[in-house]
């Protein structure tokens, strides 16, 4: 039970909050922080301090409005600080994380009356590499002409004037303590492809053996959150540090309190972190590349002794694997029939998926001489990266001098990451399924590559319930999940399926604040046309459009399909085109950035967006005032995880339509109608062209799942 002082300890913290900033409390926020407090306040310990009890999990839906930030961290950070734990606040948006660190928390310690220190995590990835910038700057050919034989792996020195200047202007901010090294910091937005010659990743990173190692942005960071008691994250770099056995980076999770905010995002991010793919052709090149630069530098530098005996076996085994990448690429084109099918965003990519995630024999043999080629492979670099270690340590008798060890050591980690990548892949391709459990979905994708084409292999887990399980819910002090949408069809069942949610998990719903029937109308016109007849309806969706959000000064049209919103913009009259902003000519925030300028100039401005507008977006007030979704946003058919999904759940007897497809488009459909009431102020219209939700079976429940708008339903 929670003790009686941690209790007072949270409302007495709650209670300054709310009458330091002139607030009523709201009910939705008390509901949730009581059922924080109650779900992990009292957690059963050993003598270490460790869980002793079964995992203790809870998962909060709190509809927009609600305050969830200040509801778990109020009742979180005197949780976590009276177990002797830290608190791990993830988000899924670099939005989100920046508001927690730059609004909430300071807004939280100075009106609270709680005591504690934070500091934003983020990966290796967002911060400078000196040695790389040193590097960069150095004259004419820069340091080596080893980093020349490697310029594919990234190592490319050319710099042109811009970059020089660039470059320039940020060893000044950093010796006058103006910069301190993080990408989000400097001034101006830096080009992807600046930025990825200045950063480094932990392959190619030599840590403390680094001339820089003292004045290392990443380390000097990493060293800070050594010291605070609140950490704000993203999912990604939870996973990652989940994924290399916990406490690598981030706290060990036995002494960890983590929330995931945004949480409906955490199953879909734990797939792609353990799904794998590589491309054949581009592959086969790069291992050309290897033979033909690791023959010059043996060349140039021959290598003494148990160095040079294993530098010299790469080139041979190289032209081996580059051989059998070309069988298996030949092998790929023979069997498969490319299908053009779009994703969620509209994008075409021709797949051919393995039925059951059953790779044929032939294809499975070649993939696992693959598998053996790149074990050994990568067990020659990791050979190689270590002995390169001892010469920087001055260790052994490598034979090589420390300051060659440490030109070199990048160039063969960038190598090994690499064929650890491509052996990973082979790996998960040729694994006979367990048969109790879901398979990997296993699918090839035509790609281009240049002027040619190229085949990518693609292995990934369908579900994310095992691997959340095994790496987090059991091994964690103790966890919430929230979010907007975490329920389908008023149930937890779907997201207790894909997050692997332990049975005891504590599961709650607290309400909006909002008052959905003043404050919005849901209607469902009968355009009379079938959304499965594609040209009926979008037909139908030209025809109606202009009527139907005459009035409104800022609207959002959301589309399940590219296809269907480049047809209906072509359809629209040519003067009425002109009021719309479509996604995919301009960034996703410049396209908002149009839109809001062109609302407060007084002008009528509509939005047309796929999927990513229909989450996150934020348009209160007059920005949006009328939401007109096409469809029930079912997903697109032909994703190969999703397929593989469907196909696994029927061959287990189940309905994988009513099971997967309804209460995930329930989902979707309860995200799209979050676009419109962002305040409490807010008021508006939902629009929504698809009769099914009144003409099937299943209509019924996805129309009782949205929030209770007033209705019209011709």
């Given at each position: 039970?929670?003790?009686?002082?941690?209790?007072?300890?949270?409302?007495?913290?709650?209670?300054?909050?709310?009458?330091?900033?002139?607030?009523?409390?709201?009910?939705?926020?008390?509901?949730?922080i009581?059922?924080?407090?109650?779900?992990?306040?009292?957690?059963?310990?050993d003598?270490?301090?460790r869980?002793?009890?079964?995992?203790?999990?809870?998962?909060?839906?709190?509809?927009?409005?609600?305050?969830?930030?200040?509801?778990?961290?109020?009742?979180?950070?005197?949780?976590?600080?009276?177990?002797?734990?830290?608190?791990?606040?993830?988000?899924?948006?670099?939005?989100l994380?920046?508001?927690?660190?730059?609004?909430?928390?300071?807004?939280?310690?100075?009106?609270?009356?709680?005591?504690?220190?934070?500091?934003?995590?983020?990966?290796?990835?967002?911060?400078?590499?000196?040695?790389k910038?040193?590097l960069l700057?150095?004259?004419?050919?820069?340091?080596?002409?080893t980093?020349?034989?490697?310029?594919?792996?990234?190592?490319?020195?050319?710099?042109d004037?811009?970059?020089?200047?660039?470059?320039?202007?940020?060893?000044e901010?950093l010796?006058?303590n103006?910069?301190?090294?993080?990408?989000?910091?400097?001034?101006?937005?830096?080009?992807?492809?600046?930025w990825?010659r200045?950063?480094?990743?932990?392959?190619?990173?030599?840590?403390?053996?680094?001339?820089n190692?003292?004045?290392?942005s990443?380390?000097?960071?990493?060293?800070?959150?050594?010291?605070?008691?609140?950490?704000?994250?993203?999912?990604?770099?939870?996973?990652?540090?989940?994924?290399?056995?916990?406490?690598?980076?981030?706290?060990?999770?036995?002494?960890?309190?983590?929330?995931?905010?945004?949480?409906?995002?955490?199953?879909?991010?734990?797939?792609g972190?353990?799904?794998?793919?590589?491309?054949?052709?581009s592959t086969?090149?790069?291992?050309?590349?290897?033979?033909?630069?690791l023959?010059?530098?043996?060349?140039?530098?021959?290598?003494?002794?148990?160095?040079?005996?294993?530098?010299e076996?790469?080139?041979?085994?190289?032209r081996?694997?580059?051989?059998?990448?070309?069988?298996?690429?030949?092998?790929?084109?023979?069997?498969?029939d490319?299908?053009?099918?779009?994703?969620?965003?509209?994008?075409?990519?021709?797949r051919?998926?393995?039925?059951?995630?059953?790779?044929?024999?032939?294809?499975?043999?070649?993939?696992?001489?693959?598998?053996?080629?790149?074990?050994?492979l990568t067990d020659?670099f990791?050979?190689?990266?270590?002995?390169?270690k001892?010469?920087?340590?001055?260790?052994?008798?490598?034979?090589v001098?420390?300051?060659?060890?440490?030109e070199?050591?990048?160039?063969?980690?960038?190598?090994?990451?690499?064929?650890?990548?491509n052996?990973?892949?082979?790996?998960?391709?040729?694994?006979?399924?367990?048969?109790?459990?879901?398979?990997?979905?296993?699918?090839?994708?035509?790609?281009?590559?240049?002027?040619?084409?190229?085949?990518?292999?693609?292995?990934?887990?369908?579900?994310?319930a095992?691997t959340l399980?095994?790496n987090l819910?059991?091994?964690?002090?103790?966890?919430?999940?929230?979010?907007?949408?975490?329920?389908?069809?008023?149930?937890f069942?779907r997201?207790r399926?894909?997050?692997?949610?332990?049975?005891?998990?504590?599961?709650?719903?607290?309400?909006?604040?909002?008052h959905?029937?003043?404050?919005?109308l849901?209607?469902?016109?009968?355009?009379?046309?079938?959304?499965?007849?594609?040209?009926?309806?979008?037909?139908?969706?030209?025809?109606?459009?202009?009527?139907?959000?005459?009035?409104?000064?800022?609207?959002?049209?959301?589309?399940?399909?590219?296809?269907?919103?480049?047809?209906?913009?072509?359809g629209?009259?040519?003067?009425?085109?002109?009021?719309?902003?479509?996604?995919?000519?301009?960034?996703k925030?410049?396209?908002?950035?149009?839109?809001?300028?062109?609302?407060?100039?007084?002008?009528?401005?509509?939005?047309?967006?796929?999927?990513?507008?229909?989450?996150?977006?934020?348009?209160?007030?007059?920005?949006?005032?009328?939401?007109?979704?096409?469809?029930?946003?079912?997903?697109?058919?032909?994703?190969?995880?999703?397929?593989?999904?469907?196909?696994?759940?029927?061959?287990?007897?189940?309905?994988?339509?009513m099971?997967?497809?309804?209460?995930?488009?329930?989902?979707?459909?309860i995200?799209?109608?979050g676009?419109?009431?962002r305040?409490?102020?807010?008021?508006?219209?939902?629009?929504?062209?698809?009769?099914?939700?009144?003409?099937?079976?299943?209509?019924?429940?996805?129309?009782?799942?949205?929030p209770?708008f007033?209705?019209?339903?011709?």
């Open positions: 039970m929670l003790s009686s002082e941690l209790k007072s300890s949270i409302q007495g913290a709650y209670s300054r909050f709310l009458e330091a900033k002139g607030l009523k409390p709201r009910y939705g926020q008390r509901l949730m009581a059922e924080v407090a109650k779900g992990l306040g009292a957690i059963e310990t003598e270490e301090g869980r002793s009890g079964e995992p203790a999990v809870v998962a909060v839906e709190a509809g927009t409005g609600t305050g969830k930030t200040v509801a778990y961290s109020l009742a979180a950070i005197p949780i976590a600080k009276a177990a002797g734990k830290r608190l791990v606040i993830a988000t899924a948006t670099v939005a994380q920046e508001q927690i660190v730059n609004k909430d928390l300071p807004d939280l310690m100075r009106n609270s009356g709680l005591s504690f220190s934070f500091a934003l995590a983020k990966g290796r990835g967002r911060y400078l590499c000196l040695s910038l040193d700057m150095q004259e004419g050919q820069a340091q080596s002409a980093a020349q034989l490697f310029e594919e792996e990234g190592f490319r020195i050319d710099v004037e811009s970059s020089l200047k660039l470059f320039g202007s940020m060893i901010r010796a006058g103006r910069w301190d090294g993080d990408r989000d910091a400097w001034p101006t937005a830096i080009e992807d492809a600046d990825s200045l950063t480094t990743d932990h392959s190619q990173c030599t840590g403390r053996h680094c001339p190692f003292q004045q290392c990443f380390y000097k960071a990493r060293e800070g959150m050594t010291k605070v008691d609140v950490i704000v994250t993203n999912h990604d770099m939870v996973l990652a540090d989940l994924a290399l056995g916990g406490g690598a980076v981030l706290p060990d999770p036995r002494d960890t309190l983590y929330v995931f905010d945004e949480g409906h995002h955490l199953p879909d991010k734990a797939i972190h353990f799904a794998h793919f590589t491309r054949l052709r086969a090149d790069w291992l050309a590349q290897i033979d033909k630069n023959t010059k530098l043996l060349a140039q530098h021959p290598l003494p002794g148990e160095l040079g005996r294993l530098v076996q790469v080139p041979e085994l190289a081996e694997l580059r051989s059998q990448q070309q069988f298996m690429f030949g092998a790929c084109e023979q069997l498969a490319f299908k053009a099918g779009e994703d969620m965003e509209g994008r075409e990519r021709p051919h998926r393995f039925v059951g995630g059953i790779v044929p024999e032939h294809l499975r043999e070649l993939g696992i001489e693959l598998k053996k080629g790149f074990s050994r020659l990791t050979r190689l990266t270590e002995m390169l001892q010469a920087m340590d001055g260790e052994g008798s490598v034979g001098a420390s300051h060659q060890a440490e070199w050591y990048p160039l063969f980690g960038s190598l090994q990451m690499r064929a650890q990548g052996w990973d892949l082979w790996t998960a391709f040729t694994l006979e399924d367990p048969q109790e459990s879901a398979p990997m979905a296993r699918w090839l994708t035509l790609a281009e590559s240049g002027a040619l084409f190229d085949i990518e292999v693609n292995a990934s887990p369908i579900l994310a095992e399980r095994r819910w059991n091994v964690a002090y103790g966890a919430l999940v929230t979010s907007a949408t975490l329920t389908a069809l008023s149930s069942d997201f399926m894909r997050a692997g949610l332990p049975r005891q998990a504590v599961t709650a719903v607290v309400p909006s604040p909002f959905y029937a003043e404050a919005g849901l209607q469902v016109p009968d355009l009379k046309a079938d959304p499965r007849d594609a040209a009926a309806h979008t037909a139908a969706i030209v025809r109606e459009l202009p009527k139907l959000v005459e009035g409104a000064r800022g609207t959002l049209v959301l589309f399940s399909s590219r296809r269907q919103m480049q047809d209906v913009f072509d629209l009259e040519r003067d009425w085109r002109k009021r719309v902003l479509i996604q995919g000519n301009l960034s925030q410049e396209t908002l950035n149009k839109h809001k300028a062109r609302v407060d100039d007084g002008e009528p401005s509509v939005l047309f967006g796929l999927a990513s507008f229909a989450e996150g977006v934020d348009l209160p007030g007059a920005y949006c005032e009328h939401v007109v979704i096409a469809k029930i946003p079912f997903a697109v058919p032909d994703d190969p995880v999703e397929a593989a999904l469907a196909e696994w759940i029927e061959a287990r007897g189940g309905n994988p339509f099971e997967i497809a309804v209460p995930d488009a329930s989902l979707r459909l995200q799209a109608c676009r419109l009431l305040t409490e102020q807010d008021r508006g219209t939902i629009t929504l062209l698809d009769r099914r939700v009144v003409t099937q079976r299943y209509g019924k429940a996805i129309l009782n799942a949205l209770p007033r209705r019209q339903i011709d």
